[in-house]
């Protein structure tokens, strides 16, 4: 099992998560992130990191979101890993609650 950055990271991308990864598993892309599922060893400890509550372990996706199970395996291959903690964008408040973000994904 693996870890899966979902929707409401997009536009938000806060950062918090990737610090705590052991394994640095994380990959920025310009508005997203996502976890590499060949790398997570499912520790867990990004999970509660997240503010926005983005981050779900693969069995807990909703049903609506289990396209990010792919999306995080595809782009994890071309986005370069994050290892240290960026501030947010300055917008992110503004997003951390929009639903239906996906149309804002940039790769």
């Known amino acids: 099992m693996t870890y ?3 929707e409401p990271c997009i536009r938000c991308k806060y ?3 990737v610090e705590v990864c052991p394994v640095d598993c994380f990959h920025e892309g310009p508005n997203f992130l996502v976890i590499d599922p ?3 060893i ?3 400890l990004c999970e509660p990191e997240c503010p926005v509550d983005a ?3 693969e069995d807990d996706v909703s049903p609506d979101q289990m396209h990010f199970l792919e999306l995080n395996a595809e782009l994890s291959r071309d986005w370069p890993v994050i290892t240290e903690q960026k ?3 300055p917008d992110a408040a503004e997003w951390d609650t929009v ?3 996906m149309q804002f994904l940039e790769r």
């Open 55 to 57: 981050i779900k372990a």
């Open 42 to 44: 499912d520790c867990s």
């Open 38 to 40: 060949e790398e997570c």
């Open 87 to 89: 501030a947010a964008p």
């Open 15 to 17: 950062t918090d998560c």
């Open 99 to 101: 639903p239906d973000k």
């Open 4 to 6: 899966v950055v979902t």
